[in-house]
């Protein structure tokens, strides 16, 4: 153990009522809930649950969505694993079935062993940064192997409330494995100290590493009453911007007078306003489902049905995504990327920036600021060569992503192997 290491645990056994008193006065504010307050002292407020668990800390909301995403594949070659998720976003997402969300335990032995104590991981995969010495440290004393994706270059790298010299390296050498998304990051982890055995460069981990499945058949059914059609897509789409894509349409139907617009509302009840934004613009709309045929009239097709989402990007050679011309922001664009559909979208990306900020980092999206941009974006997308070149780049990065998943995924069940052998 650093002599970093050893003044940072005399400071983490100091008496749990100062801590306590400190957490009581945040609870006091409204800084944070009773609950929360609990959480942060290491009591458990829900079962364990029997069999393995694999616990993942997520530095943020990215962190929080790729880790899920990651749970998604970890269920399906071990349907019996459990999943904690301990995370700094603001507001906790409710747990599910096999995932729970807690709070991490504060740098105090009391806190944190009982936190240990109760969730007894078989594995931990932490991703960014922020790292807990003190935690860490006494995960690594229980045998519990350690996992880093997607560390941090910087001060952000680890979370203490005092600079100690040589406690971020003495911290990094408690990982089993580092999986670094660029190589300053391989470069810290080997000044670190950390042998190259256990150091793996790899793409970042993003939330569009789940797999995505569609119905081909009913896909090949929904496309045939296309024909050839043109057909875009326009997902989640909020009020303030249907007037946006309605004049876009407009735009491309001048260019392509057998162009159809699909249509999926964030709010289905919003459909008046997008039946009155068509016919001011004299276009023909309809609206439900495909059972009665589609005319050549048609030009606008309402399809109210968000978990149809994958459906449509398959279908779709161009997408719009809704909210990123709007206040609220963005939907997800990894599903958009995965089924091959050329994103066209906003600026605002809401929480899901970052994604959209990698994509247009290989030049996989097409940006628009406002109206007119959208329609111009749209009639530079109907040139397929242009839609598939932007689809293409999209899916590579996605392909990326899945990649890294892979690799995480499979240290992942080898860790959970060796663990298995060992118990029994």
């Known amino acids: ?107 105090s032995l009391q806190a944190v062993g009982r936190f240990l104590r109760h969730w007894d991981p078989d594995c931990l995969v932490w991703t960014g940064g922020g790292y807990r010495p003190t935690l860490l440290y006494e995960v690594h004393k229980r045998g519990v192997p350690c996992l880093s994706v997607d560390s941090v270059v910087g001060d952000a790298s680890i979370d203490v409330p005092v600079h100690l010299p040589g406690l971020l390296p003495a911290t990094m050498r408690l990982f089993d494995e580092a999986f670094c998304s660029e190589t300053r990051a391989v470069a810290l982890w080997r000044r670190a100290g950390v042998s190259t055995d256990r150091i793996v460069l790899t793409g970042p981990l993003e939330d569009g590493t789940r797999h995505i499945r569609i119905d081909e058949t009913k896909r090949a059914e929904i496309a045939e009453h296309f024909g050839t059609r043109p057909v875009w897509y326009a997902a989640a789409l909020r009020s303030d911007e249907i007037a946006s894509v309605v004049s876009a349409h407009a735009t491309g139907l001048r260019r392509s007078h057998r162009l159809i617009l699909v249509v999926d509302l964030e709010n289905p009840q919003d459909v008046g306003e997008l039946i009155a934004a068509c016919v001011s613009n004299g276009m023909n709309v309809q609206t439900g489902n495909l059972h009665l045929g589609l005319s050549d009239a048609v030009q606008v097709l309402f399809m109210p049905n968000q978990s149809a989402h994958p459906l449509w990007f398959r279908i779709a050679p161009v997408s719009y995504m809704g909210g990123s011309l709007s206040r609220e922001g963005a939907i997800d664009p990894y599903p958009a990327a995965a089924m091959g559909s050329a994103i066209l979208h906003g600026p605002n990306g809401g929480e899901h920036s970052g994604g959209y900020a990698r994509l247009q980092k290989v030049r996989a999206t097409r940006l628009v600021r406002n109206a007119r941009e959208l329609a111009v974006g749209l009639s530079d997308l109907l040139s397929p060569d242009l839609a598939a070149e932007l689809a293409h780049a999209a899916w590579e990065s996605t392909s990326a992503g899945a990649e890294t998943a892979d690799r995480i995924l499979d240290s992942i069940l080898q860790t959970l192997d060796g663990r298995s052998e060992v118990r029994s």
């Open 1 to 107: 153990m650093s002599r970093s290491q050893q003044a940072l645990l005399f400071l983490a056994r100091l008496p749990e009522s100062r801590v306590e008193a400190r957490l009581d006065r945040l609870v006091e504010t409204g800084a944070i809930t009773s609950k929360e307050r609990d959480q942060r002292l290491g009591y458990a407020q829900s079962p364990r649950g029997g069999g393995e668990l694999v616990w993942f800390h997520a530095a943020g909301e990215e962190e929080c969505r790729a880790c899920v995403a990651l749970c998604a594949r970890l269920f399906e070659d071990r349907p019996e694993t459990q999943a904690l998720i301990t995370t700094r976003v603001d507001q906790l997402p409710p747990s599910q079935d096999q995932i729970t969300y807690v709070r991490l335990p504060v740098e």
